[in-house]
């Protein structure tokens, strides 16, 4: 009982031993780890061919600097006015809207007191060439009814309006002309929001300008507040537009 007999060798000698026996085994498998065989397949990028180790980091490369100038442009927008943003202020509004804005308004301290409804008139081109001006229609209302009673209210209903007149207004002087390339490109952003939602009615023939208007209602003084507010509507008109080809839905701009 006192001796052993493991792949040869007897007795009861430390070489012997299980212990022993183990080690012998395990210091071939260590050195197979610590230097595998040529050809045996590489763990991650080292793995791949040289072409495609060249393709991996070139991607790499790209996502890093994608990255970073992201970081750095979306720094500028939220930092306070310093030398690059007087200089470059345009080149970082380029790039961060309307995809990357950063609002803050969740934040504020001082929150909207006012409601403010986008409504739309149509001039219609009928049969004959008859042209007739719908009414007004309540943009804002159509949008609050869809989401109204909805557990899950589409974000495009909520917000699509809504923040597309902030670009616009944020892009406009106040006697509407557009500030540049922003300012035209808010109101084919707008047109085009509007036709598709005029698309959804039946007009009688087909919309050949559109003019819009906000109406502004004030919120109420809450009812401990002695604070006086003229809640009275406040109506704003702006210019006719003249609807294209590519504020269509479904037809694409032609060049």
Same mark, same amino acid.
């Given at each position: 009982?006192?001796?052993?007999?493991?792949?040869?060798?007897?007795?009861?000698?430390?070489?012997?031993?299980?212990?022993?026996?183990?080690?012998?085994?395990? $210091?071939?498998?260590?050195?197979?780890?610590?230097?595998?065989? &040529?050809?045996?397949?590489?763990?991650? *990028?080292?793995?791949?061919?040289?072409? %495609?180790?060249?393709?991996?980091?070139?991607?790499?490369?790209? /996502?890093?600097?994608?990255?970073?100038?992201?970081?750095?442009?979306?720094? +500028?927008?939220?930092?306070?006015?310093? !030398?690059?943003?007087?200089?470059?202020?345009?080149?970082?509004?380029?790039?961060? %809207?309307?995809?990357? $804005?950063?609002?803050?308004?969740?934040?504020?301290?001082?929150?909207?007191?006012?409601?403010?409804?986008?409504?739309?008139?149509?001039?219609? /081109?009928?049969?004959?060439?008859? =042209?007739?001006?719908?009414?007004?229609?309540?943009? !804002?209302?159509?949008? *609050?009814?869809?989401?109204?009673?909805? /557990?899950? &209210?589409?974000?495009?209903?909520?917000?699509?309006?809504?923040?597309?007149?902030?670009? %616009? +207004?944020?892009?406009? !002087?106040?006697?509407?002309?557009?500030?540049?390339?922003?300012?035209?490109?808010?109101?084919?952003?707008?047109?085009? *929001?509007?036709?598709? =939602?005029?698309?959804?009615?039946?007009?009688?023939?087909?919309?050949?300008?559109?003019?819009?208007?906000? /109406? !502004?209602?004030?919120?109420?003084?809450?009812?401990?507040?002695? $604070?006086? *507010?003229?809640?009275?509507?406040?109506?704003?008109?702006?210019?006719?537009?003249?609807?294209?080809?590519?504020? =269509?839905?479904?037809?694409?701009?032609?060049?």
């Amino acid at each position: 009982m006192d001796s052993y007999d493991v792949g040869g060798g007897n007795g009861p000698g430390p070489e012997g031993s299980p212990e022993r026996v183990v080690e012998r085994v395990a $210091e071939p498998l260590a050195e197979a780890d610590r230097n595998p065989a &040529p050809g045996a397949p590489q763990p991650g *990028i080292a793995g791949l061919s040289t072409p %495609y180790q060249v393709v991996a980091a070139v991607a790499l490369a790209v /996502v890093g600097v994608f990255a970073c100038v992201h970081l750095a442009m979306v720094f +500028l927008h939220v930092a306070p006015s310093n !030398t690059l943003t007087k200089q470059h202020g345009e080149a970082v509004d380029d790039w961060v %809207y309307p995809e990357f $804005e950063q609002n803050w308004k969740l934040f504020a301290p001082n929150p909207l007191q006012q409601n403010m409804s986008v409504q739309v008139r149509a001039e219609v /081109v009928g049969a004959g060439g008859k =042209r007739t001006t719908t009414g007004w229609t309540d943009l !804002t209302a159509y949008d *609050i009814d869809g989401v109204r009673g909805t /557990v899950l &209210p589409s974000h495009t209903r909520q917000n699509e309006l809504r923040r597309a007149w902030d670009f %616009y +207004l944020n892009s406009h !002087t106040d006697d509407h002309r557009p500030n540049g390339m922003r300012g035209r490109l808010s109101e084919q952003y707008v047109r085009r *929001i509007v036709m598709q =939602r005029l698309d959804e009615r039946a007009l009688g023939g087909t919309v050949d300008r559109i003019q819009l208007r906000t /109406v !502004t209602r004030p919120v109420p003084a809450a009812a401990w507040s002695t $604070e006086k *507010i003229d809640t009275r509507p406040v109506d704003r008109s702006y210019p006719w537009w003249s609807v294209t080809a590519a504020d =269509r839905p479904g037809t694409e701009a032609t060049r």
